[in-house]
């Protein structure tokens, strides 16, 4: 634990690092943090400022919105769009990306996010999250769809906020993985988890099994030996683990390995997969491997996919390197 280091304090040391650096990217991380501490605090009272429940609408992916994705979309689209620091961004919650109102000011970054990340949990007072994935924009500061849809390899910085028991920041620029925890009391993150590394051996798995007559016979095969334990070809007992909240599960991962897989399914073959690419597997792959682990499709590195739409669905396998290389292995011995 490295007392004493504000999240402020981080990254104006970075920036120091960067002879180019305006102090633009230290400033969005303040904006981000800030509306997080926002959404943190909304979460943690809950019914008693009635944000529990429906909100009576859908989202673009069809899916019920819960009264709490609408609030924390909109506290993340007001401070994004004022803050003068990026000149677009995408929502999980909308359907086109949106640009910045002629009073304020664009700036060189580009933000795609996840208001509430696991928000079919948030009745049940369970872990829920916000995801976040900063991109450079274009020069013009005009972006098209077209610089939204960029590789995960391409994102400057990735970052996601947990509101459990405690609220923490995870944070990866491409220089390791440092978490950081929300101080109630002084309302500043701290830096409580520098340069975490996800162990690269695990004997812990995390899947939705009510799906499994639906999966591929790479993942069945490798869900059947992990569940076989000491008697099958693994020869070690496999625990299991599914919070159906990606951020707490990467976080899990991030702290003591594992292995967690929403891999593609036949159910409905115009969705492959059940997480969305540019607001979850993107942003996740990339703290996944700056903290030592692996991100694929089973097919394919995540993060050089090329994006064709903002809301693009994918299967993800991600965690400890050599669980995923394992699943990798499996899809390419059957061809
Ligand atoms: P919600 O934000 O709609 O709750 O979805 C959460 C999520 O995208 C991801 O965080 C979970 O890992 C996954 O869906 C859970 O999906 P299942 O409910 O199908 O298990």
């Known amino acids: 634990m490295s007392n004493n280091v504000t999240l402020n304090q981080f990254l104006i040391q970075q920036q120091r690092n960067v002879l180019e650096a305006s102090g633009t990217f230290t400033l969005l991380l303040n904006t981000l943090a800030t509306a997080c501490k926002a959404i943190a605090h909304q979460v943690k009272q809950g019914d008693l400022i009635d944000v529990l429940g429906s909100a009576g609408s859908e989202n673009v992916q069809g899916e019920v919105q819960k009264k709490l994705d609408v609030i924390t979309h909109d506290i993340m689209v007001h401070a994004l769009q004022s803050s003068g620091q990026v000149a677009g961004l995408a929502s999980e919650e909308e359907e086109e990306f949106l640009t910045i109102p002629g009073e304020y000011p664009k700036g060189k970054y580009l933000v795609l996010f996840d208001p509430l990340d696991g928000s079919s949990n948030i009745d049940i007072n369970m872990t829920v999250g916000t995801i976040f994935s900063i991109l450079r924009a274009p020069e013009s500061l005009e972006p098209s769809l077209g ?12 970052g996601f906020v947990l509101y459990g028991p405690a609220t923490m920041m995870i944070l990866t620029t491409g220089q390791g993985v440092n978490g950081f925890t929300l101080d109630q009391e002084i309302g500043e993150f701290m830096l409580t988890h520098p340069n975490i590394r996800i162990p690269e051996a695990t004997q812990e798995f995390a899947i939705n099994m009510s799906n499994q007559r ?21 020869g070690k007992n496999f625990n299991m683990r599914w919070i159906a909240s ?81 699943v990798e292995s499996y899809f390419q011995s059957q061809g």
């Open 246 to 326: 990606m951020v707490a599960e990467v976080y899990r991962i991030l702290t003591r390995g594992g292995i967690f897989m929403y891999p593609y399914d036949i159910r409905d073959p115009s969705k492959p997969g059940r997480l969305r690419l540019m607001y979850e597997a993107n942003p996740m792959g990339f703290i996944v491997e700056q903290a030592g682990g692996l991100c694929s499709t089973g097919r394919a590195r995540i993060l050089e996919l090329q994006p064709s739409e903002l809301h693009q669905r994918v299967p993800v396998i991600l965690g400890s390197k050599q669980e995923v290389e394992r």
């Open 214 to 234: 639906f999966w591929e016979a790479p993942i069945k095969r490798y869900v059947d030996e992990c569940v076989l334990g000491d008697t099958g070809p693994r």
């Open 147 to 158: 610089d939204f849809l960029r590789k995960g390899s391409e994102q400057v910085c990735a």
